[in-house]
């Protein structure tokens, strides 16, 4: 079965630093998504990816998918205490529409202002 | 901005209680999911459901579990009679369906309590 792991699995950062979380995935990837969720709460979609080498863009925050690679990473630039939370990575396993997701286990993203 | 909900928020049962976990997803999405993430492990997919019947289930979804659109808005999952291993956050999704549209929207769960 695929898994997905995502590194590292917690992140301390002071706030305006730049990081990057990972996400790789055991087999072929069909999309990519990434959600945020905060303790206890909900996953809010942040963004999805469906081709190789696609690069998608929200406010300070970028993704990336490198389908070789079977990894896609997410990138927080100039980190703001409201990037604080647990990002997840979620993937679709084989082709197809409306397919299940697998997850990651998530990062931990703690911003210190 | 259209949104799933889930009810209630919390709820606290004892083993062996049947529970009925509802959600309303956003209007005009085809299909629906369930999930379930257990305290400090991943999310695990438990069931899809498209055009009133099961598309997909994992092996989790297991006849203790059922799901039902009972009208055009709501759509429920059952847990017949709760194990203690049934404590978790449970999350309903929906997407719109179609190639472009494969993005699924969560509502905010709902944690399960299992005594």
């Known amino acids: 079965s695929q898994e997905l792991e995502q590194s590292p699995q917690s992140l301390i950062v002071q706030e305006g630093k730049n990081l990057t979380i990972n996400c790789t995935s055991s087999k072929t990837l069909y999309g990519l998504y990434w959600y945020k969720q905060k303790y206890g709460e909900g996953l809010i979609f942040l963004m999805m990816l469906q081709k190789g080498g696609e690069e998608k863009s929200h406010e300070k925050i970028t993704a990336k998918l490198d389908e070789k690679k079977q990894q896609s990473s997410l990138h927080i630039t100039a980190s703001q205490p409201s990037h604080a939370g647990i990002y997840l990575c979620?993937?679709?396993?084989?082709?197809?529409?409306?397919?299940?997701?697998?997850w990651g286990l998530g990062t931990s993203l703690a911003v210190n202002p | 901005e259209p949104e799933v909900t889930q009810t209630p928020s919390h709820q606290v049962t004892q083993m062996g209680q049947e529970v009925i976990l509802r959600c309303v997803p956003i209007?005009?999405?085809?299909?629906f999911y369930w999930y379930r993430q257990i305290l400090g492990q991943k999310v695990e997919f438990l069931v899809s459901f498209y055009n009133n019947e099961i598309s997909e289930k994992s092996e989790i979804f297991d006849d203790q579990f059922s799901v039902e659109r009972p009208d055009g808005s709501n759509f429920t999952l059952k847990i017949r009679s709760t194990k203690l291993e049934d404590s978790a956050m449970y999350f309903c999704?929906?997407?719109?369906?179609?190639?472009?549209?494969?993005?699924?929207?969560f509502g905010p769960g709902t944690r399960l309590t299992v005594l």
């Open positions: 999704a929906s997407n719109a369906g179609g190639s472009k549209s494969d993005t699924q929207y």
């Open positions: 979620g993937a679709v396993g084989r082709a197809g529409n409306n397919r299940k997701l697998i």
């Open positions: 209007s005009n999405h085809l299909y």
